[in-house]
């Protein structure tokens, strides 16, 4: 969000009221603004977890095939799956840490 430029200090409330009309415009459209960014930051850090774990598996055994990835859960398995794999989880997430592009 870039700052609001005023040419000069306002001398009076009624000054300043079309600068706080711009800023109040601004930060209503902030709340949207920020969830976009969001949203598509979170996709492209879900590409890149994706694509390293696939990538993983077929690094260690190229004819691995992906089908139940593709085909998803067996819900029957789904918790005692998730509970065996929360320690590998743990180790991999830590690879996965957000480093801010200005940073």
């Given at each position: 969000?870039?700052?609001?430029?005023?040419?000069?200090?306002?001398?009076?409330?009624?000054?300043?009221?079309?600068?706080?009309?711009?800023?109040?415009?601004?930060?209503?459209?902030?709340?949207?603004?920020?969830?976009?960014?969001?949203?598509?930051?979170?996709?492209?850090q879900c590409?890149?977890?994706?694509?390293?774990?696939?990538?993983?598996?077929?690094?260690?055994?190229?004819?691995?095939?992906?089908?139940?990835?593709?085909?998803?859960?067996?819900?029957?398995?789904?918790?005692?799956?998730?509970?065996?794999?929360?320690?590998?989880?743990?180790?991999?997430a830590a690879?996965?840490?957000?480093?801010?592009?200005?940073?």
């Amino acid at each position: 969000m870039s700052p609001i430029q005023v040419a000069k200090l306002p001398a009076s409330i009624a000054d300043a009221l079309p600068v706080l009309d711009s800023a109040a415009e601004r930060l209503r459209h902030l709340d949207q603004t920020l969830r976009t960014r969001l949203e598509a930051e979170g996709r492209e850090q879900c590409r890149v977890v994706v694509e390293h774990v696939l990538t993983c598996f077929r690094s260690h055994n190229p004819a691995i095939s992906l089908a139940p990835i593709v085909d998803g859960l067996v819900a029957e398995a789904e918790d005692s799956a998730r509970e065996s794999v929360q320690e590998v989880v743990d180790i991999v997430a830590a690879h996965f840490r957000r480093e801010p592009a200005d940073a």
